[in-house]
């Protein structure tokens, strides 16, 4: 029998959370379209074919629409339409199962993320704009006679970390237990392969459910159940049972055609978060069980900000281009819900003193993401001020003392081709980084 303590407890989905993750979609999306790498002649021409995949998906979508109608066209030369409603009937249906059962347009736009680099490139660029930007930002808070400079931890960037992050914890990425003939085969597929089985195996998976949970709503007596019973189960799982119940009661008078609108707008912004995070989780290399347990821990959040472009998304021709700005705009979420990872400068630390302690730099840094730890400091932030935890983070590094370079790190720092990266991998706790916009290159695409 479940407490009052659990019907009444609303706090992994909480409203507050959710408004800002919908605050955090046109903020995100506002602080990504001025980045100034965005403005060059090459992304001018990705706009433009993103225009035109909107197009192209359009009418693949019309296609069935199209020819259902030129059928019915065709019979009512043998058969009187005139007078019936049913024909209408079955164009609109087709149209509502594609776009809402299916979600054929959320398909083929988060395609293209398996197909081409573009939007990994995209994410990247745009982390490096958010640590330019607060470097910029912040370059008058610290005790320096030159404003075009910014004096910020190395610890505390995110673009040249992830990179750094990622190959070191390749090394140690979980490896799967399975050994079923069909995960084997998978194994042997490139990383851009694997990527896209895997991506069509949830879609498809996820299609074919939705598909017969619509069916079985259509089962005379207990298929008035069935949308509502869904939706419960669903949340149960992943927001708690008071908001479980409140939803499956409201489920029951609602019409199939809204309640579907719900659910597939809740597992359509998942999906959508699931595929804009990508290029964060595979340098994260998290287990299947970290990585669930991180969106669990941000759910709320999560949701508004998926909820948000999710919407955008099904503005006609230029929902691709929408989903651009939302993979940027995922750079600039990433850096408000979790910590910087470690960088060249940790594990240099770790590893002057035992080469073996890189592993467990990656294990205890992937440990401590389970959480949302600054969840109550971020949501009670205003929103004007969102980069107040990270400069409130820089000041107590400096206030304990920062430790001084490593020969190792400093070492290092010479083989790096771009000033900004040189500074953030020249080993010192407070490098002075010149204030350009970076134009380092991102890793090759992996999934």
Known sequence: MPTQQELLDFSRFDINAILRGAQLTFVGAQRALLNPGLWTTQHYRQAAAAVACGIAIRLLIEIPVIAVKVSLWLLSWFIALDTVTWDDAIA?????????????????????????????????????????????????????????VAVTDPRNRYFENLQYYAQVSSKYRPTSSSSSSSSSSVDKLSPGQKGIVRFLWRFG?????????????????????????????????????????????LGLFLPRRYLVMFLQTYYGSRSLMRELLGPYFSRMHFTSTQKR??????????????????????????????????????????????????????????????AADAGALVNSFNESQQTWRNRKAFLDLALDNLDALQQKHLAEREKRGAPASSPASAAASTSTASAYEKAGQAGGAQQRIPITTPSDAPPPYTD
Do not use: C
Not at 296 to 319: C, D, H, K, M, T
């Open 205 to 249: 998976r996820k299609a074919g459910m939705s598909l017969a949970v619509f069916a079985l709503s259509y089962v005379p007596v207990v298929g008035r159940l069935v949308l509502p019973a869904t939706s419960f189960l669903t949340f149960r799982r992943s927001v708690g049972l008071g908001p479980a119940s409140l939803i499956f009661g």
């Open 92 to 148: 609109d249906g087709l149209r509502f199962l594609q776009e809402y059962v299916l979600q054929v347009p959320l398909f083929l736009m988060t395609l293209m993320r398996h197909v081409t680099p573009a939007m990994d490139e995209l994410f990247m660029s745009s982390l490096a704009w958010v640590d330019y930007t607060y470097a910029q930002k912040h370059a008058a808070d610290h005790h320096s006679g030159d404003r075009d």
């Open 293 to 354: 347990n991180w969106f669990s821990s941000r759910e709320g959040l999560l949701f508004g900000f998926g909820a948000g472009f999710y919407i955008l998304l099904r503005v006609p021709l230029v929902g691709v281009l929408i989903y651009g700005i939302a993979e940027a705009s995922a750079a600039y979420l990433v850096t408000k819900i979790t910590d910087p990872p470690p960088g060249r400068v940790d594990f240099a630390a770790v590893t002057s003193r035992n």
